[in-house]
């Protein structure tokens, strides 16, 4: 290994740490720090310098997240949103890996806005629940939440689809991918197809193929997930959503029609895998 590779290892670290939870890069600098002071005092092996750092790491990230963030991020107006059914009423992470990135802070208004939601679903259709993907880092605005353009003001939330099994029975906070997201809806023949043909050269509109083997046998809750879109159109204003982005022909398949529903055009990512809404608190009525 090279002087080279050893320097540019925890450089890498730090970046992927930090896209993917925010604070984990320097927690990982800090954890490497301490691991390097003990080897040097107590010589240990290249293998126990990765255990201590790796150990390190695990201990004050889980402390950061648990015991940390979610105080700070409250006082400073983006508290975290629930990561369990117990406290969730009817609102859960759609993965525990969205909380455990640390992805799951927004602000009050958005808060208000799932509660509704999660409500108003479990009257039309009991033992429903709202399922949330990526809403936003706990700290600083401006900070970016790869590999989403936005989401960096706690305004932002990706909602789940609802899916049935292969009988049809409805399956709570679960899809057909494993992620949330990338299980795209196929336009039908007779729905529109605004990016047809195109070869965009900068482009985050993929298909992503690749994933397609971990994808579950299951499909679109049309039922809930028209009742879901519907309702939120419906109340667009009450609930302060300045935009939700949903590709054309999912819009054309429920027979929406209200112009806060939008298409994000043919180079931002693919948006019939999910809802993304964007909440602006001064248009609240």
């Not at 540019?8 to 800090?30: H, K």
């Not at 033992?127 to 993907?133: D, K, M, N, R, S």
């Not at 605005?141 to 590999?147: A, K, V």
């Not at 990338?182 to 994933?211: G, I, K, S």
């Amino acid at each position: 290994m090279s002087a080279r590779q050893i320097k540019s290892g925890p450089l890498l670290g730090f970046v992927v740490l930090t896209a993917l939870t925010q604070v984990g890069g320097l927690v990982y600098l800090i954890a490497r720090w301490i691991s390097v002071a003990l080897s040097r005092r107590f010589e240990f092996s290249r293998a126990r310098r990765w255990l201590t750092t790796t150990i390190g790491f695990c201990t004050f990230y889980g402390a950061v997240s648990v015991v940390v963030l979610p105080p700070l991020a409250t006082a400073l107006g983006r508290p975290p949103l629930p990561c369990s059914q117990a406290t969730g009423q009817g609102v859960v992470p759609f993965t525990r890996l969205v909380c455990l990135l640390n992805r799951h802070y927004a602000a009050p208004p958005v808060h208000h806005l799932l509660a509704a939601l999660a409500k108003h679903m479990d009257e039309t259709h009991p033992g429903t629940v709202v399922a949330y993907l990526d809403a936003s880092f706990a700290l600083i605005d401006g900070f970016p939440l790869p590999p989403h353009l936005s989401h960096d003001d706690g305004l932002k939330i990706d909602l789940a689809f609802y899916y049935v099994d292969e009988q049809g029975h409805y399956q709570p906070a679960t899809g057909r991918s494993p992620l949330g997201y990338w299980a795209f809806e196929q336009p039908r023949a007779q729905d529109p197809r605004p990016c047809a043909n195109r070869n965009d050269l900068a482009t985050l509109r993929w298909d992503m193929a690749f994933f397609g083997p971990l994808l579950k046998p299951m499909r679109l809750d049309e039922l809930r997930t028209g009742e879901m879109l519907r309702w939120l159109a419906a109340n667009a204003a009450k609930l302060s959503i300045d935009k939700m982005l949903l590709e054309p022909h999912l819009k054309a398949r429920f027979g929406l029609k209200e112009p806060v529903i939008r298409f994000q055009g043919c180079r931002p990512a693919r948006h019939d895998d999910h809802l993304h809404i964007a909440v602006n608190p001064t248009r609240a009525r």
